[in-house]
């Protein structure tokens, strides 16, 4: 049973072998939710501790972004008591969790099949950016190649313009979100069976899920959707509009009662008793002229003043916000989607994205500083494998692993 207010997965290991963004997203996520994170790191630590310009107690805020809730293992895999520590590791984890290419690990003797057999109950997740198997297994993917390849690039942006990626990392999250997921899910089956299971998440596979309706429109219809803008292609009134003052809303009209309520709201009440307007079929077979008709109204406005006529009236609508202005949104603040993140040393002060799973009972109250690399190697290798100090002091001689100080030196 999980410890309370200690995370529903309080109690539960996961071995991260992940770096950069969409692992460590999913295991963040495990994180958050209460699991044991030990993450394991080269020398030189995770490539997202190194992200310019802005750096919090020598790591990158990139890499505090996705790192809460973790212990830090520096450990060599080429060093046969490096490969030793990390079997032995694994032996003793519930969750493997690695985002190498296909392969890589199986070279250093690392693989599913084999742990499984003294570890039955493990649950490994393996995610790659084109999957385990497949013509593609091997090609090296990014968070904008498996937009672009996936045709979601080719979705965003305005009707007049050129393909861009979504500004957010959503081919890196999302992947991680759905590892996290398969994870989930796997445990379950533990529960009821006492055996682990294998998960391949490809990032290409998950953005192609994520067309959703917009690949339903191609397969039954053979029409190939394009280029969304600040619009939807259906609904003539869900869009984006400006107001006089330059701020922008984002407005979703979507039912009669709704439009006939803008409408007032914007000083055009008999818009709806025009016959080009007066149903969606018609408005949408007249949207050249219906959508020229709103911006104009809206023109006359401030921004700030329709959101809230716009609100009191029922009509779904929001700014769009700049990223100051969102995260001084009341309402992300009232949820706590702000985390003040506190180490033990002064220098460690961060501000991170909080958790967006709010759980009653067993929800994680606390919420550990990102690891300095290597903080926990000695920790990890003492409480979890019981080595002693002086095994662990030849490995550290020998370069097998490292610690806080050994990273620290090689960073000087």
């Not at 990626?165 to 992947?175: H, K, L, Q």
């Not at 899910?185 to 067309?211: C, E, F």
């Not at 292609?233 to 330059?246: E, L, N």
């Amino acid at each position: 049973m999980a410890d309370e207010h200690k995370g529903p997965l309080a109690g539960l290991r996961v071995l991260d072998m992940t770096e950069f963004l969409a692992g460590p997203f999913g295991t963040q996520i495990l994180g958050d939710l209460g699991a044991e994170i030990i993450k394991i790191e080269h020398f030189e630590g995770d490539s997202s501790r190194h992200v310019p310009p802005h750096y919090i107690a020598g790591s990158s805020t990139y890499f505090h972004s996705i790192s809460r809730n973790k212990k830090s293992m520096v450990v060599d895999l080429k060093h046969p008591d490096g490969i030793a520590a990390i079997k032995e590791l694994a032996l003793k984890s519930d969750i493997l969790f690695e985002n190498r290419r296909p392969g890589v690990l199986k070279r250093l003797g690392l693989d599913f099949d084999t742990l499984r057999k003294d570890n039955p109950g493990l649950i490994w997740c393996s995610l790659s950016g084109f999957g385990q198997d497949g013509p593609d297994r091997d090609r090296a993917a990014y968070d904008m190649i498996v937009q672009a390849m996936s045709g979601v690039m080719s979705l965003t942006g305005e009707k007049d313009g050129r393909p861009v990626r979504a500004g957010v990392p959503i081919g890196d999250a999302v992947a991680g979100m759905y590892g996290s997921i398969g994870i989930l899910a796997a445990l379950n089956r533990r529960h009821a069976t006492g055996q682990g299971d294998y998960i391949d998440i490809s990032m290409l596979d998950v953005q192609v899920a994520m067309l959703t309706y917009q690949a339903a429109v191609y397969l039954n219809s053979g029409k190939v959707p394009g280029l969304q803008g600040r619009e939807h292609d259906s609904i003539p009134t869900y869009r984006c509009f400006a107001a006089g003052d330059g701020i922008e809303i984002a407005v979703t009209a979507n039912t009669d009662k709704m439009l006939q309520d803008m409408c007032e709201a914007l000083g055009i009440p008999d818009t709806l008793k025009d016959p080009r307007f007066a149903n969606r079929d018609t408005r949408l077979k007249h949207k050249a002229d219906l959508v020229p008709l709103i911006e104009k109204a809206f023109l006359n406005h401030k921004g700030d003043d329709l959101v809230k006529e716009f609100l009191r009236r029922g009509i779904p609508c929001g700014p769009i916000n700049t990223i100051d202005r969102a995260l001084a949104e009341p309402q992300i603040i009232h949820r706590d989607m702000i985390l003040e993140l506190k180490g033990n040393d002064p220098e460690q002060r961060a501000r991170v994205i909080g958790n967006p799973i709010k759980i009653r009972e067993s929800g994680r109250t606390e919420h550990g500083y990102p690891p300095y690399l290597g903080g926990e190697t000695r920790e990890v290798l003492k409480d979890v494998l019981g080595y002693d100090d002086a095994k662990i002091d030849k490995m550290l001689a020998d370069r097998a692993i490292g610690d806080r100080n050994s990273s620290k030196k090689a960073a000087e």
